[in-house]
């Protein structure tokens, strides 16, 4: 269970274990260890290509033989303060290689911003991208990106789904002023539209 927690030194995503936070703009590998196919290629295609308003999903990012990326997407939430969540999909052909908040629509106006991507389970990446302090959200352009996550296709396969978890694996907050209020939106407001990798 996440839970999003706020108090006068900041506002941290909690996400269900005790994580080792790492620097903004880093990110936690995962799995590893697997030896990969020579020559294996891989790609990765987001599942709604034309987002609509309160959406978070994931498009395809660069990649290079078997390392793709998903850039995890926000469109239409204003005041967007931060988001903790989980992508699950099949650990048996891919792991987590690393993440990166270069880019990400949340680090602007000199807010501290903690970003976090750590591979829990093969499988399970716990996610959390938020701004810190007494600080007021961000209204995307339209859609902009918050965090980008980078894999490794550890076999091939026709098809290894990548989703957001359910509604009790994820949070997101909005903040409309700095004074601290940042109320939890409701899941059903909101569409988590993940994708699909192939490797071969």
Do not use: H, Y
């Amino acid at each position: 269970m996440m839970r999003f927690r706020k108090n006068g030194f900041g506002a941290l995503i909690v996400l269900g274990i005790l994580l080792t936070l790492t620097t903004a703009c880093g990110g936690g590998g995962g799995g590893g260890g697997a030896v990969i196919p020579p020559g294996l290629v891989a790609a990765f295609a987001g599942g709604n290509p034309t987002p609509g308003a309160m959406t978070i999903n994931m498009t395809s990012g660069p990649s290079n033989g078997s390392t793709f990326s998903i850039l995890v997407n926000v469109t239409g939430i204003p005041d967007f303060f931060g988001a903790a969540f989980r992508v699950t999909f099949n650990g048996a052909t891919a792991s987590l290689a690393g993440s990166s908040a270069a880019g990400s629509f949340i680090d602007v106006g000199g807010a501290t911003v903690n970003f976090n991507a750590v591979e829990s389970t093969p499988g399970t990446v716990l996610v959390n991208a938020t701004r810190q302090g007494m600080v007021a959200g961000v209204s995307p352009a339209a859609t902009d990106l918050l965090i980008t996550l980078t894999f490794n296709a550890d076999a091939a396969t026709g098809g290894n789904v990548f989703t957001f978890g359910t509604a009790a694996d994820r949070e997101v907050r909005t903040c409309a002023t700095a004074n601290g209020v940042c109320p939890a939106l409701n899941d059903n407001m909101l569409t988590w539209s993940g994708g699909t990798m192939v490797a071969n």
